[in-house]
């Protein structure tokens, strides 16, 4: 899950970690239940993206309005550009998991 960030060869690999930590749980305690995939953070640059699929059951006002609250949010805690990228399937057995 945080092994990623673990083997960065930087200073600020133990803040990227906690930061990493803390945008996981302020999402799944904003959107309780929605996320049918685990979140991928992906860093570029000074940019964090936040990615993840989730149930199709919920109004789009919601999901646009929860979308926004996340970005401004986390933009204003963390004081970098927060962008989230989130995608909407039938089902949760839709998703397919490759265990390696």
């Known amino acids: 899950m945080l092994l990623g960030n673990l083997h960065e060869e930087s200073k600020n690999a133990s803040a990227t970690t906690v930061e990493d930590v803390f945008i996981r749980k302020f999402v799944t305690g904003t959107w309780p239940g929605m996320f049918v995939s685990e979140l991928i953070i992906k860093r ?57």
């Open 44 to 100: 570029r640059q000074n940019l964090v993206v936040i990615a993840g699929l989730i149930n199709q059951l919920h109004h789009p006002s919601k999901v646009y309005f929860l979308k926004g609250y996340t970005e401004e949010l986390l933009s204003h805690l963390l004081r970098r550009p927060i962008r989230m990228e989130v995608q909407t399937v039938n089902q949760s057995r839709d998703v397919q998991f490759k265990w390696i």
